[in-house]
């Protein structure tokens, strides 16, 4: 199992940046792919998730208005688009994934099985 994110840099507040993670070695199609954050100091804390079958999507209410999911299925790949990017989103961004609950991924917000590397976000 193999998630790899990429995507993350540096940018001034305002900017955007997409994240992508790319699934290999699972059945990608029966998942929810979670997003999560870590800055430096503090705890890794939730950002949004998508299911891969429905591609319903949940987002943390500090983020909700400005970071969208997404997915391209042939690709296994899911993308988080980061707008209006404040400094304080500046952390190291991990791809997740697990199996939903009863179909549904709301309300997982741990128990995630595959993680990736991560990837920086700084925003300054």
């Known amino acids: 199992v193999q998630l790899v994110e990429s995507g993350g840099g540096s940018v001034q507040a305002g900017g955007s940046l997409r994240l992508a993670c790319a699934a290999s070695?699972?059945?990608?199609?029966?998942?929810?792919m979670g997003w999560f954050r870590q800055a430096p100091g503090k705890e890794r804390e939730w950002v949004a998730s998508?299911?891969?079958?429905?591609?319903?999507?949940y987002q943390a209410d500090s983020v909700k208005d400005r970071f969208t999911l997404s997915k391209t299925d042939a690709e296994k790949t899911v993308y988080l688009q980061m707008n209006s990017l404040k400094p304080e989103d500046t952390a190291r961004y991990y791809c997740a994934a697990r199996t939903p609950v009863g179909g549904s991924c709301f309300g997982l917000y741990s128990g995630f099985d595959y993680w990736g590397q991560g990837t920086q976000v700084t925003v300054s």
């Open positions: 998508i299911s891969t079958e429905f591609g319903t999507t």
């Open positions: 070695g699972y059945t990608y199609s029966s998942h929810c």
